[in-house]
């Protein structure tokens, strides 16, 4: 594990979406608030719980069953027995399991909510979820059967069911059982506590977990989509002056501003440029930044969004111990997570729609102002036969009609549940689960739009009127070279498409500050 200087710490520090991608690429090491009144301060709201128990007070989820059986009354001889019928059977989930980085952002995510103090479990359990994420103890967790209200039931009752050495972890790249680990660990299964099952699955954490990762998907997204635009500018003769900053003054939308410069200084716009081949160029390439900069402007907002649900307490009831009261809310629901996940899905695929669209000018000799059918860089002799990038951009094309496709909204399809208890719920982890397939679907497009764009500038650089590329696109061109040679002879791209797409899973290339 790379680890950063600084670790992450749990408790009443707030995180940044940052911290939980540190976590989620085993890059940080992680501490739990530990300071006496810290400690004191959890410990009251569980024993709190345990007071109001030995007065039999009536609490949702300890003495009472859940949901819409919240009106059955559990005796208080079967209170004990509740937690684990809870996160047992919820235990349905199905489709494909969350990957190893979703799933410590999963863990990070939980473990947050959990430390605001007022969720009424026991400074143990924070101990054993840190644990996990320290140790990296991973539970396997199904990624479909979310509602996202009352929260991530079913993929949470994963990570309560492990904590109780039941069901299946990764850990040391193998898949375990739970109870095999905490032996090997030498830890105690927990017996968890009332409340806490709860506690664990009734919140927003992988809704949440999963908008982190995409979030810093789609920031650096948009730089390298940027980066990407910089090189058709060149490869096709493009004009510019688009991206002039008094232009981009008489309608100063910052993000599109940003991106405007960011363009400038690839280009080197101030330096002298070659005569101009056309007036205006066609919209990919002109409307670059109006298109990145909506996803550019829409970051800071969706970023607030994000990490405010982070650093919030989102499951019901509240326990708040120093006023001695039980707060019976709806703060599973996950609908600020379910907009910036739809509205974050939807500004991608419009990326991929434009790289789309570059691509297709790229190929075409009608449009590419001079280089040859499909990017082939194969000689006269053999041009006949040789196609280059003409399947790339048919595969391109599919990959950005699933990602348009997939933009359909999440959040507006609600759908009543559990005995019409849950009757309006917010489809979040649905939404981010979208967003993360629109994300992946458009880096393809970004990897194959990148190797041609690449190719685009070599054959440029072919030509004997040939202009020096600027510094920044000169560094990007060495860097690409050392993995992807010019494509002369066809070749099956499948094996560079994969390491391109490895290479952006990395951020490898340094873009824009």
Known sequence: MTTHLEPVTFGERALRIEDVLALANRQAPTHLQDDAAYRQRIAKGAQFLDSLLDKEGVIYGVTTGYGDSCVVAVPLQHV?????????????????????????????????????????????????????????????????????????????????????????????????????????LGWAPLVLRPKEALALMNGTAVMTGLACLAFARADYLLQLATRITALNVVALQGNPEHFDERLFAAKPHPGQMQ???????????????????????????????????????????????????????????????????????????????????????????????????????????????????????????????????????????????????????????????????QDKVSMGTIAARDAIRVLELTEQVAAATLL??????????????????????????????????????DRALEGELRLCLKRIAEQHWRLHA
């Not at 061109?477 to 494509?487: G, T």
């Open 259 to 421: 991106v405007a410069a960011w363009l400038r200084q690839d280009l080197a716009i101030d330096a002298p440029t070659a005569p101009l081949h056309r007036l205006q160029d066609r919209y990919s390439l002109r409307c670059a930044p109006h298109v990145l900069g909506v996803l550019a402007d829409s970051l800071n907002w969706l970023r607030s969004f994000i990490e405010i649900e982070l650093n919030s307490a989102n499951d019901n009831p509240i326990i708040d111990a120093e006023e001695e009261r039980v707060l019976h809310g709806g703060h599973f629901y996950g609908g600020h997570i379910a907009f910036a996940m739809d509205s974050l899905k939807t500004l991608v695929a419009n990326v991929a729609d434009l790289l789309d669209r570059q691509l297709a000018l790229l190929v075409d000799v009608r449009y590419n102002h001079g280089l040859p059918s499909n990017l082939s860089g194969a000689p006269a002799d053999r041009a006949m036969i040789n196609h280059g990038f003409k399947a790339v951009q048919i595969g391109t094309s599919a990959w950005t009609a699933e990602a348009l496709k997939n933009t359909m909204p999440a959040s507006v399809f609600s759908r009543s549940t559990e005995c019409h208890n």
């Open 452 to 489: 041609a764009a690449n190719q685009g500038v070599w054959l440029r650089a072919q030509a004997a009127e040939a202009r020096p590329l600027p510094p920044a696109l000169a560094a990007m061109h060495s860097e690409l070279a050392k993995d992807f040679p010019p494509v002369i002879e």
């Open 80 to 184: 004990e027995a509740l937690p684990r019928h809870l996160y047992t059977f919820h235990g349905c989930g199905l489709g494909k399991l969350l990957d190893a980085q979703a799933t410590r952002a999963v863990l990070a995510a939980r473990l947050q909510s959990l430390c605001h103090g007022v969720s009424g479990v026991r400074v143990e359990l924070l101990e054993r979820l840190h644990a996990f994420l320290e140790h990296d103890v991973l539970p396997l967790i199904p990624e479909e059967g979310s509602v996202g209200a009352s929260g991530d039931l079913t993929p949470l009752s994963y990570v309560a069911a492990t904590l109780s050495g039941e069901r299946d972890v990764l850990f040391r790249g193998e898949r375990r059982q739970a109870i095999d680990v905490h032996r090997e």
